[in-house]
Structure formats: structure tokens, C-alpha cells
């Protein structure tokens, strides 16, 4: 009888995610590193959904419909975007330089 | 094409005459300074903080110009942002631009503001004479932004 894939090993993605201006502000931190479970494609939304989870200031200001931008290894990003083991992944306010 | 993120102030006519670079070819420059008002939403600012996210903000900018490079007829482009403890009447930003006749000039150095605005990593912090507050983006950046 053939063998099902195991997928009780399934790997573990592990992500920087980097805080900026008031969202660090807010959380208390500037970055963690994140383990996600790769068995389902993680991508940004998959890490905001994550924290969101945390409830107190994560839940609110992830709350979706709160402006947060995001970008990956330095690009800006959508929600929607993959993300792959060793990426930064940033989250932060909408920007206001200039 | 120069993008220069930076903690000290900057001098326009330094800069622009390196710009030029003596190109005989060039027949209009554009630029644009934006600098710290004192006064915020009714609030009087005693003092600005400018953050921005190392390692992104270069290749942000250098696209920008990019762009700009690829949609107008332009000779050159400089972009120098600062950032760090600013006070009331300091510059923070300068966009010139070089071409051959005003027009591509003009309007590359609004397209390269409008897009800064809206993608490239600066945040403000302000300093209030009693606390601080953070800038909140405008949606009128976004509209400026989506015109191009």
C-alpha cells in the first residue's frame, strides 16, 4: 500500500519581522523573529493574522481595516505576498516623509 | 542620478552645480525644497524627528528616480532626504531635476515628491512644546500620487 506524504513533517519558515516609527512605538518592540508553519504557503497575511491573535495593541492596530503597509526584504509588499525562510519582513504606518 | 540619505543640512547651489556637472546640453532645472513648519494641525512643532528604515530607503528612492528617468525626457535627477532631530525651518528634502526644456523638468521633480510621499520609508515625529506625536499620512499624498 502506497504511503501517504507525511505531513506531520512539515517544516517550519523562520521570518525577521521588523516594527517601525509608531508601530514600534505601540508594540514595544522592534522585531522578533517568527516561526510559521510552511505546509500552507505562508505569506504576509498569514504573519498578520498570527499577531493579530495577541489581541491588546496587535489586535487593534492590525485590525484589517487599519492602513498598514508592508514590505519584504525591502520592497514594499502586499498582504498577500509569499514569504520564505530568512526574509525580513516589514510592518509599519503608512509613510509620511518628505 | 543621486539619491543621499543624510543627518546633515544641505546647500542648493552646491548641489545643483554638481548636478549640472557643466553639461552644455542642459536647459532647465527643476527643484524643490521641502522644509519644518512651526505650526502642524494647530499645534505649534518645537521640533521634528525624522525616521526611516535603513537598507530600504535607498533602493526606494533610486527606483523612484528610475521611473522618473523612464517616463520623462530628463538629463539628471538628485534626491537627498535628511533625517534625524530636525527644528523649525530646517530643510528636509531637496528634488532637482535637468533636462533639456522646463517641461520634463517640472513635472519629474512633482512626480519624484509625489511618489516619496507615498513609498518611500520616512516617518515624522513631532515635537510639541507639551509631548510628541507622530505625523499621520495624508489621503491628499495618495491622490497626489495616483494623478501619475
Redesign the interface.
Same mark, same amino acid.
Given at each position: 500500500m502506497a504511503r501517504m506524504p507525511d505531513t506531520s513533517l512539515s517544516t517550519r519558515v523562520s521570518v525577521r519581522v /521588523?516594527y517601525?516609527?509608531?508601530l514600534r512605538?505601540v508594540f514595544g518592540s522592534s522585531g522578533e523573529t517568527l516561526a510559521l508553519d510552511d505546509s500552507n504557503a505562508p505569506s504576509v497575511d498569514a504573519i498578520v493574522r498570527a499577531l493579530r491573535e495577541r489581541g491588546g495593541a496587535w489586535a487593534h492596530e492590525l485590525a484589517p481595516d487599519r492602513?498598514v503597509r508592508f514590505?519584504v526584504n525591502?520592497?514594499?509588499a502586499q498582504r498577500t505576498q509569499a514569504v520564505a525562510d530568512g526574509d525580513e519582513v516589514?510592518i509599519?504606518?503608512? /509613510?509620511?516623509?518628505? | 542620478m543621486t539619491v543621499r540619505v543624510q543627518t546633515a543640512d544641505f546647500d542648493i547651489g552646491a548641489e545643483i552645480a554638481q548636478l549640472r556637472g557643466g553639461d552644455p546640453g542642459v536647459g532647465a532645472i527643476a527643484s524643490f525644497i521641502?522644509t519644518v513648519r512651526d505650526v502642524n494641525d494647530a499645534s505649534t512643532i518645537t521640533g521634528l524627528m525624522? !525616521? =526611516?528604515?535603513p537598507?530600504?530607503t535607498e533602493?526606494?528612492l533610486e527606483e523612484i528616480v528610475a521611473e522618473a528617468r523612464s517616463r520623462f525626457d530628463i538629463c539628471d535627477a538628485l534626491v537627498i =532626504?535628511r533625517v534625524g532631530a530636525l527644528k523649525p525651518g530646517d530643510q528636509? +528634502?531637496l528634488v532637482a531635476i535637468t533636462s533639456t526644456h522646463r517641461g520634463a523638468a517640472f513635472e519629474a521633480c512633482e512626480f519624484v515628491?509625489d511618489a516619496?510621499?507615498?513609498?518611500?520609508?520616512?516617518?515624522?515625529?513631532e515635537r510639541l512644546p507639551d509631548g510628541e506625536r507622530? +505625523? !499621520?499620512?495624508r489621503a491628499s499624498d495618495d491622490e497626489a500620487a495616483r494623478r501619475w
Open positions: /521588523v517601525l516609527a509608531r512605538d492602513a514590505a525591502h520592497r514594499l516589514a509599519f504606518p503608512p /509613510v509620511t516623509g518628505g | 521641502g525624522l !525616521e =526611516h528604515y537598507g530600504m533602493p526606494a =532626504h528636509i +528634502v515628491m516619496l510621499k507615498t513609498r518611500a520609508p520616512f516617518w515624522k515625529k507622530w +505625523v !499621520e499620512a
